[in-house]
Nanobody
Framework: QVQLVESGGGSVQAGGSLRLSCKAS????????MGWFRQAPGKEREGVAA????????HYSDSVKGRFTLSQDNAKLTVYLQMNNLKPEDSGMYYC?????????????????WGQGTQVTVSS
């Protein structure tokens, strides 16, 4: 059974940093991608970043490129999202997702497994 557990959310001021973690169990590294999505109240869930665990290839949305960085620890089946220079528009519930790597990393329908989410609030 696949389980994803996010942690690391919190409240920061604009310009601050947070590091989110997503610890997985029940998955394999081979051909598995893990993605981070966020959803603000009244808005659709959007893809933020994703990583292929086998080769470490990363993808970022334009809105976070240069500010957010993915890393992985395959031994721990954990993916980290380092978020720097946070902006109020980065606020939302952040979800970790995992599945076999699909064609569209930012498409939430490409992911079967989801965590419960961790809240990020950035104040101006």
């Amino acid at each position: 059974q696949v389980q994803l557990v996010e942690s690391g959310g919190g409240s920061v001021q604009a310009g601050g940093s947070l590091r989110l973690s997503c610890k997985a169990s029940g998955i394999t590294v081979i051909n598995t991608c893990m993605g981070w999505f966020r959803q603000a109240p009244g808005k659709e869930r959007e893809g933020v970043a994703a990583i292929g665990l086998q080769r470490g290839r990363t993808h970022y949305s334009d809105s976070v490129k240069g500010r957010f960085t993915l890393s992985q620890d395959n031994a721990k089946l954990t993916v980290y999202l380092q978020m720097n220079n946070l902006k109020p528009e980065d606020s939302g519930m952040y979800y970790c997702a995992a599945d076999s790597c699909g064609a569209h990393w930012s498409d939430s329908s490409d992911y079967l497994h989801w965590g419960q989410g961790t809240q990020v609030t950035v104040s101006s």
